[in-house]
């Protein structure tokens, strides 16, 4: 029986072993490489031999203005656009999960936008915020706003990357806090209900507590995502006018891929890393100190 | 009273976003069929009354004349389709493995593990000049086995459980992709120089992705299948069925819904991914996301065209969205997605 048992347990390699060597030579072993290459000065063009320069490139880096744009343009975005998406995302889950009208064929509807390429969002967004034919324009022009030009005025473009990304996104926070709602236990606000209390405090007595934990974990997942984001910004702005509008990942891009410069985005990339996990541990921090408040 | 003005607020409220979410959507589908002087003089809204629908544009695209269409969504469909059955499957094995059995992992042979691959990968490759393809390979195994051998022992320190390992398979998503899409290029144009070509390559796109959507994969099926109730696994095992046919022949089945919801969602994932695609491919492999980029600079404002190139990336996830929206409705998301 005692060999049986060794035997069973030996298997469980035989499971994971597959998925854990491809992500360990597809993810991490690159990282090896490229931490690497971010001591190194490795020019494609034109070709150099590599030449160990320390600490160089992260010293190039943190004193570039261009570096700091892009962070603060990158977190103008996600903050504001997160903000939108968890308000908006939690109020239609509210509002699902209390049956208004017609349901589910908002459910279907609803899910939609997160399903759809980025690449193709900012496609569409281009022409409903094309300054002189697009839809939008028309609108403006009806209110009296004029012709306003949306993706060449840097505030504008980056209202536009905004409103983009809550589009998008605003789904993926429905569906989690329904589902979230949905397993909450009903008795609690059966008994909330006869003893009289209005929805206004019921939400904030009860809803909003019960589901702060997964609201944390929802905001937290976007704010990780949301500091991806490259393709919307790529097709959109391109990062333009000029840099106004070039996040964190565009950069990277743009140094290794236009400047051939495979140290600099080396480096950058870690301290991309170092950014995120900088902001997570922020949030998670005043996160658990809200949540003890509650509890 | 009260409870009924909240209704109606909350039934506004949705067919606001209703129309903000839908509009785009309905813009690109009409802007498909409009003949180029309904997009150039003006915004136009409805078809037949605005303007007069022709198909004109999807002739253009499916005829060839305004480049390869065809090209890129073989690919996109080929990589996709392989890489996320690829990604499922392993996933699916490894979560099997994180929810049947305890793993134990010490955090000093882990440690050990990152401390002689990364000091061995920059003595081989920086002291004895082996090449990097090479380099890592040799430091790959040699890590793994001292590290596994360790692991034996009882070292100091934390143990690591399943729900770490988990964890760790999750948290590749918490790295910002340019770090290893980025890191990747280069590896791949190693590898390339080693003789064997992996940049804009099937195997390597399928590789990439596989690796991308594993995390997703690992997570969502460990959830499932924690809900398959062991007895019939156990009734197996009385009859001396190997678990690995157990897997296949019992455990998979029995979870077919998860699997399926797990497919499309990572599926989704892959098929609009950007940055790998945009760094890894070059041409013969190249993704739709890639081409669709590419519309906008060449094309400039005709959008009738890019509204078609648009739409076929767009409908196949119109299908996977009106799935997962059915499956969410019958409750089997809401108890999986925590």
Redesign the interface.
Known sequence: MHGDAVR??R??????W???I??????I?????????SFQSVRLVPPLPPRFVGFDNYVDILSSQRFWGSTWTTATIVFASVAFQYA?GF??A???H?N?????L????????M???????A??????F?P????V??AMVGLGFGNLPFLTEPALAIMVLISIET?QW??FVT??M???L??MPSEVFEAARVDDI??WRRFWDLTFPMLLP?SVAVIFIRL?EG??V??TV??LTGGGPGTATET??LF??NE??KKFN?GM??AL??V??IV?IVF?TIYLAAARRLMKRYA | MENRSLRTIGLVGCLVWLFFSFFPLYWVFVTAFKPPLAVSQGATYIPFVDFQPTLQAFRDAFSGIRGDFFGPIVASISISVVATALSVFLGAMAAYSLVRFEFRIRLASGLTFGVISIGGFVLLNGAFDIDVPYALLIVLVLALVVSIWMNKYRLPGPVLGNNDVTFWFVSQRMFPPIVSAFALFLLYAEVGRAGFPLLDSFLGMVLAYTAFGLPFAVWLMRDFFSTVPVEVEEAAQVDNIGRMRIFIQIVLPMSLPGLLATSMIVLAFIWNEFLFALLLTSGDWQTLPILLAGQQSSRGDEWWAISVAALIAIIPMVVIAAILGRMMRSGLLSGSIK
Not at chain 1, 100 to 104: D, E, H, I, T
Not at chain 1, 106 to 113: M, T
Not at chain 1, 123 to 128: E, F, N, T, Y
């Open positions: 069973h347990d298997v469980k390699y035989a499971f994971i597959p998925a854990f491809i992500v360990l030579v597809i993810t072993f690159p990282l090896i490489y490229a931490l690497t290459v908006l109020l239609l509210l509002a699902l209390h208004v009208r017609g349901s589910s908002y459910r279907v509807v609803f899910l939609l936008p399903f759809i390429a980025p690449v193709c969002v496609l569409i967004a281009r022409m409903v094309h002189y034919l697009g839809p324009n028309d589009w605003t789904p569906l989690l329904l589902a979230g949905q397993s209005g929805p997964l990780i500091f991806k490259i393709d790529f097709v964190l990942t990277a891009y290794g891929f495979l985005t080396s990339s870690f991309f890393l995120v997570g």
